[in-house]
């Protein structure tokens, strides 16, 4: 890789993946033959599947299966919180204790974004 692509060690990267500039993966599951765009991040517990196009400046949040053959325009923002917000009901920072993932797929047949 690059200076300007950031890739931790617990990223599994299928057969033939096309990494732009400026990405930032960690803990996440790309597969085969897939697209990354610049300026993307792909957070923990979240894969995106075989042959797809993360078109760039797109941010796919923990939580987020995207499967096969899907396109995700740019710009795309995924959200994994059903109901955000930034401090407990007593007032302090909210923590990852804090809240529960809300699970997000894409399926094969979505239409594009």
Not at 42 to 56: A, E, L, M, P, T
């Amino acid at each position: 890789m690059n200076e300007f692509v950031s890739i931790a060690p617990s990223v599994k990267l299928g057969k033939d993946v096309r990494l732009s500039k400026f990405i930032n993966l960690y803990g996440c599951e790309i597969g085969d033959e897939t697209k990354i765009g610049a300026f993307v991040e792909i957070q923990k517990n979240s894969s995106v599947g075989k042959r797809c196009k993360i078109s760039s400046h797109t941010f796919v949040c923990e939580g987020v299966e995207i499967q096969d053959n899907v396109f995700i325009g740019h710009g795309v923002t995924f959200i994994n919180d059903s109901y955000p917000r930034a401090t407990t009901a007593s007032g302090e920072l909210q923590t990852e204790a804090d809240w529960k993932v809300a699970w997000v797929r894409m399926p094969s047949w979505a239409p594009a974004a």
